[in-house]
């Protein structure tokens, strides 16, 4: 189907030109053609931008529809209350076993060296806070 046409001139560095004629050669068709293609191409690339927010807006009409916003609520509270619950447990183990350690520590001490106990306690627990504090690119080096 032929669409109305109108002509318009256009000034393009000679550079710009020179890679537009060997990709046209390349392509098998005019620089025209292929000048014609790419502004149809930028067109479509314009308009899709234009219509990211109408897009948008449809996409969470449709997630809406199906899902309603309190039973999204509810399976993110799931979610995150298993989540809480797992590091609660997480960390009740993780006291444990620090706590075991200092105990053993101690059996194995002398009671002479209770300083010395507290003083390892101490560096150990400060050391923790500071690994805690690190990034996680940080740990390996630490």
């Known amino acids: 189907m032929n669409q109305k046409t109108q002509k318009r001139s256009v000034n393009f560095p000679s550079e710009t030109l020179k890679s537009l004629d060997k990709l046209a050669a390349k392509e098998h068709t005019t620089t025209s053609e292929l000048i014609r293609n790419f502004v149809e191409e930028g067109l479509k690339v314009n308009g899709y931008e234009e219509q990211v ?45 620090f706590f075991l350690l200092v105990k053993v520590l101690i059996n194995l001490a002398n009671q002479e060296s209770r300083e010395e106990m507290e003083r390892m306690l101490s560096e150990a627990v400060a050391l923790g806070v500071d690994y805690m504090q690190k990034k996680d690119f940080q740990i390996n080096s630490f």
């Open 53 to 97: 927010d109408f897009i948008a807006r449809m996409i969470r009409q449709e997630i809406t529809a199906v899902y309603h916003v309190e039973d999204i609520k509810a399976i993110s509270d799931h979610g995150t209350d298993r989540l809480a619950k797992m590091l609660m447990k997480t960390g009740k183990i993780n006291a444990a076993m």
